[in-house]
């Protein structure tokens, strides 16, 4: 793909992320159904929230920020450059491919319920349930693996995360997964196959671990107290995409080793 087209899929990641962001919204507890805002009221408060609501107008009017200016900006600031680097990521390692498209849907609702599990701790049914329909779709049509891996996939992941979730909550005597992380992977096992799901799975949990030792270093999070898992589920489902097959390979010849 030519550097003109990965710059295209950068500039499409940005607009979209700020519809994926506004979506988000719906589920953050800082925001309220209210009265619309005039378009002026949303242009001199958030110019980022103006901008999407050029090309997204009647969702925009939907919600009224009752939270600090501070936390909103950070919020799309950093929603609009973590998408736009994601696309562009995809574009240049995909290519013209037709899975390019499950890869950028994939992004898409991955980044929605990364920002309602770090805002309010929620990944909404709604979402998941587009994301599973939506990926049924594709997958009917783009399927690099028989169909019936991403079915059994879609059981294995959440059934997986089920079982580990059960085990913890026997161990630790409390909620240790949500259902919506279980959920999730529904949807992630639509898009990865068994393989990469079982491995994304691993990674989650790394990642997840890692994260918690350095929030509990820094003293950005107390001890006791749940932490996301939906974002490093993205993380994990993500490289086990693009690096998954590389990463088996790599140990299944230091196991011949």
Same mark, same amino acid.
């Given at each position: 793909?030519?550097?003109?087209?990965?710059?295209?899929?950068?500039?499409?990641?940005?607009?979209?992320?700020?519809?994926?962001?506004?979506?988000?919204?719906?589920?953050?507890?800082?925001?309220?159904?209210?009265?619309? =805002?005039?378009?002026?009221?949303?242009?001199? %408060?958030?110019?980022?929230?103006?901008?999407?609501?050029?090309?997204?107008?009647?969702?925009?009017?939907?919600?009224?920020?009752?939270?600090?200016?501070?936390?909103?900006?950070?919020?799309?600031?950093?929603?609009?450059?973590?998408?736009?680097?994601?696309?562009?990521?995809?574009?240049?390692?995909?290519?013209?491919? =037709?899975?390019?498209?499950?890869?950028?849907?994939?992004?898409?609702?991955?980044?929605?319920?990364?920002?309602? %599990?770090?805002? %309010?701790?929620?990944? =909404?049914?709604?979402?998941?349930?587009?994301?599973?329909?939506?990926?049924?779709?594709?997958?009917?049509?783009?399927?690099?693996?028989?169909?019936?891996?991403?079915?059994?996939?879609?059981?294995?992941?959440?059934?997986?995360?089920?079982?580990?979730?059960?085990?913890?909550?026997?161990?630790?005597?409390?909620?240790?997964?949500?259902?919506? %992380?279980?959920?999730?992977?529904?949807?992630?096992?639509?898009?990865?196959?068994?393989?990469?799901?079982?491995?994304?799975?691993?990674?989650?949990?790394?990642?997840?671990?890692?994260?918690?030792?350095?929030?509990?270093?820094?003293?950005?999070?107390?001890?006791?107290?749940?932490?996301?898992?939906?974002?490093?589920?993205?993380?994990?489902?993500?490289?086990?995409?693009?690096?998954?097959?590389?990463?088996?390979?790599?140990?299944?010849?230091?196991?011949?080793?």
């Amino acid at each position: 793909m030519s550097l003109t087209a990965i710059f295209a899929f950068a500039i499409l990641g940005l607009l979209v992320s700020g519809v994926l962001s506004v979506i988000a919204s719906r589920w953050d507890s800082s925001l309220v159904p209210a009265i619309p =805002p005039t378009t002026e009221h949303i242009k001199k %408060d958030n110019p980022l929230i103006y901008r999407v609501a050029i090309f997204f107008n009647a969702s925009i009017k939907s919600l009224h920020r009752k939270s600090t200016k501070t936390s909103i900006l950070w919020r799309y600031a950093i929603g609009e450059i973590i998408t736009t680097v994601l696309f562009a990521h995809a574009s240049f390692t995909l290519g013209w491919q =037709p899975e390019l498209i499950a890869v950028l849907f994939f992004i898409c609702i991955l980044v929605i319920i990364v920002q309602t %599990d770090l805002t %309010d701790m929620i990944i =909404p049914n709604k979402v998941v349930a587009v994301g599973v329909i939506g990926a049924i779709v594709i997958r009917l049509f783009i399927h690099p693996l028989p169909l019936l891996n991403y079915g059994i996939a879609a059981f294995v992941g959440s059934g997986a995360l089920l079982l580990i979730g059960v085990i913890g909550s026997w161990i630790l005597k409390k909620e240790t997964m949500g259902g919506g %992380d279980i959920k999730l992977y529904v949807f992630i096992g639509l898009i990865l196959g068994v393989k990469l799901t079982l491995l994304s799975l691993f990674l989650a949990s790394l990642f997840g671990l890692i994260g918690g030792i350095v929030l509990l270093a820094i003293g950005a999070h107390s001890r006791g107290k749940t932490i996301p898992f939906g974002p490093y589920i993205a993380a994990g489902a993500l490289a086990a995409y693009y690096w998954g097959n590389g990463l088996i390979e790599w140990y299944l010849s230091m196991l011949n080793f």
